[in-house]
């Protein structure tokens, strides 16, 4: 592994340096042009000493002629250079921070269900937004100011050995010196940037749930603890920015010590060889205008140093995420699926979640066509074993199997093609009903989006909108109702079209007149198709094919309504529960259920 400026170079450092060497032409531009800058600067220094001496010394009428032409020549060539260099930078700069962004949500789409239930949401905005946009400055400006710089620096230090070497060595001892304590700094720089990071991640986490919360924060009356919490976020992230700010603010003071220190032994030195009549004014000017000239570019290296840590910090918390393995991977050659109907078979199937088992030993068998509906109290298994067939999550022991093939044998995007689900909260995307409707299958007609709307007894409100099928329906589809929201979500599994069906608690949430509306939208839907139900309202699955009692992730009972109600086991006790005293109160669900 190696190593630069105390930094261990690793592989994902290596990634960034291949994004940039995409943008080469470009980058090779900004290179002349900075080359371009460094030259300019050196030859204003270098001027100095033909002004002195050959105009004000030797009276040189011709040189008062061509100097000051030649001294706007350089101006100019420098105005231009910059200009071109910042263009061509910063258009690196911003290519490779949307080279990343898109790689990093493309990685975070990939990884499996179990990556998001342990992220944060907020936290993951964070990584793709501020944690980029932290490298961005390191990138476009850091790095590319130090092409410049050090460019600078070279011609610079030429100049100045050519003008008198005794001195330019002896003020170049003062370099290193100065520069020690700056590359200590950096490294404390890192560490507290990564903190910022960090803070900023949690407050972003928490923004999204306090106002996606919103409502609840305001029905409990929750205000002020919400306000302490933020404030409690803020102080901290406020703390680490202020440690942060000392620790940078640092350096310049340290490169102005040590840069007086040397320029003034300069003028010490540099005079008593004008006074002895070893150096000439002009060229002692020189020197000194060189050196000063040399002072910006070394005091910014050490500001780009600072960047460089935070940078770093930021790619370390980027490629965590992009270098995480997917718990979800296709096979190395998938097997096809057939077209057609499908049936699901569960064979001795295990799943453990951390430390817990949450399913032991399921065995079943759902015929093609046939729809089944899984019961039981909250905490039994049944969201989770229904999560298994789309391969949200991986068994841990057995094998879950359509039409008699192990589902780990396709590739996901293809077992994932014979899957429709509808969910109990209805989750709707800030776009036109058309386009959520048509989500699954962006190439569907006109005519089929609005026969799928019919069948989810969804157009005549849709109709009802100022724009109809082009009306936006809100963040989370805020501007509809649950049942309105329902109906679209089972229009969208329509126009899919899957052979196999996944109905988790897609009333529960509803009031009975919008349930009644649903559930003849659900019988649409499940015509034909192999459907899984997860219900907690027994009234729902009386007419279901077979029903399994889910208890502790263990299959207690099976059958149908009848023959369970007549067994006087689990099935009948819950049914009891529920209806007793002629009323019909759900049981609480659980989102890990």
């Known amino acids: 592994m190696k190593h630069f400026f105390g930094i261990e170079i690793k592989d994902r450092h290596r990634q960034i340096l291949s994004l940039i060497k995409k943008n080469s032409g470009r980058l090779m531009l900004a290179a002349g042009c900075s080359l371009m800058i460094s030259g300019a600067t050196t030859a204003m220094g270098y001027l100095i000493k033909p002004v002195i001496d050959d105009i004000f010394v030797n009276s040189d009428t ?4 061509l ?13 231009l250079a910059g200009y071109g260099q910042e263009y061509f930078m910063n258009y690196v700069g911003e290519d490779i921070i949307r080279r990343l962004r898109i790689q990093l949500y493309d990685r975070i789409q990939e990884l ?24 961005k400055a390191m990138v476009s400006s850091a790095v590319t100011g130090s092409l410049r710089d050090v460019s600078t620096i070279i011609g610079l230090t030429v100049v100045i050995l050519y003008l008198n070497w005794r001195m330019a060595i002896l003020a170049f001892i003062v370099l290193p ?35 996606a919360g919103n409502k609840i924060v305001k029905a409990f009356g929750m205000e002020a603890h919400e306000k302490r919490r933020f404030f409690e976020k803020a102080q901290r992230l406020f703390n680490l920015e202020i440690k942060g700010v000392v620790i940078r603010s640092l350096s310049s003071p340290i490169m102005e010590i040590f840069g007086g220190l040397g320029i003034a032994f300069i003028i010490w030195y540099g005079g008593s060889e004008v ?15 060189c050196v000063l000239l040399l002072y910006d570019p070394v005091r910014k290296l050490t500001n780009f140093n600072n960047s460089l840590q935070q940078g770093l910090a930021a790619v370390d918390r980027i ?14 050659t998938p097997q096809a699926i057939q077209t057609g109907f499908h049936d699901l078979r569960f064979e001795n199937v295990h799943f453990t979640y951390g430390d817990q088992d949450v399913l032991k030993g399921i065995n079943l068998k759902v015929d093609q066509g046939q729809v089944v509906a899984l019961v039981g109290m909250s905490g039994g298994g049944k969201s989770t074993l229904a999560n298994l067939i789309p391969r949200f999550f991986d068994v841990t ?3 879950v199997c359509i039409d008699g093939i192990d589902i780990r044998k396709f590739a996901v995007a293809d077992l994932r093609r014979q899957i429709s689900i509808v969910t109990q909260e209805p989750i709707l ?41 082009d009306t936006m329906i809100g963040e989370l589809g805020g501007r509809l109702s649950g049942g309105e929201k329902q109906r679209l979500c089972i229009a969208r599994a329509l126009i899919k079209d899957a052979p196999i069906l996944i109905l988790d608690e897609a009333t529960s949430s509803l009031d009975s007149e919008a349930e009644a509306v649903v559930q003849k939208a659900l019988e649409n839907l499940m015509q034909g198709r192999t459907t899984i139900v997860i219900a907690h309202r027994l009234s729902t699955v009386a007419k279901v094919d077979q029903i399994i009692v889910l208890v502790e992730g263990q299959i207690v009972e099976q059958g149908t309504h009848g023959s369970l109600l007549a067994a006087k086991g689990e099935y009948a006790k819950l049914h009891n529960m529920q209806f007793a005293n002629n009323s019909s109160p759900a049981v609480a669900s659980d989102p890990g259920d």
């Not at 100097?67 to 105005?79: C, E, N, S, W």
């Not at 179990?114 to 490298?135: C, H, P, W, Y």
């Not at 006074?275 to 020197?287: L, N, Q, R, V």
């Open 62 to 65: 011709t040189g008062l002629l």
């Open 67 to 79: 100097l000051p032409l030649l001294v706007i020549a350089v101006f100019l060539m420098k105005g």
């Open 112 to 135: 499996s269900l179990a990556f998001f239930q342990k992220e944060r949401t907020g936290t993951l905005m964070s990584r793709i937004t501020n944690d980029v946009s932290i490298l």
């Open 177 to 211: 010196v100065a520069f020690w304590p700056v590359f200590i700094l950096g490294r404390k720089v890192r560490r507290v940037s990564t903190g910022c990071q960090e803070a900023i991640g949690e407050m972003n986490a928490f923004l999204h749930e306090t106002f």
């Open 275 to 289: 006074i002895d009549g070893t150096t000439t004014p002009g060229t002692f000017m020189s020197f000194l205008a």
């Open 319 to 332: 490629f965590d995420i992009v270098e995480t393995p997917s718990e979800i991977n296709d096979p190395v």
């Open 397 to 399: 022991g057995g094998q």
């Open 429 to 469: 995307f800030n776009e036109t009903v058309r386009d959520n409707i048509a989500y699954g299958r962006p190439e569907a007609t006109e005519d089929q989006i609005v026969a799928a709307a019919k069948a989810a007894f969804a157009n005549d409100f849709i109709l009802r909108f100022p724009n109809g099928y």
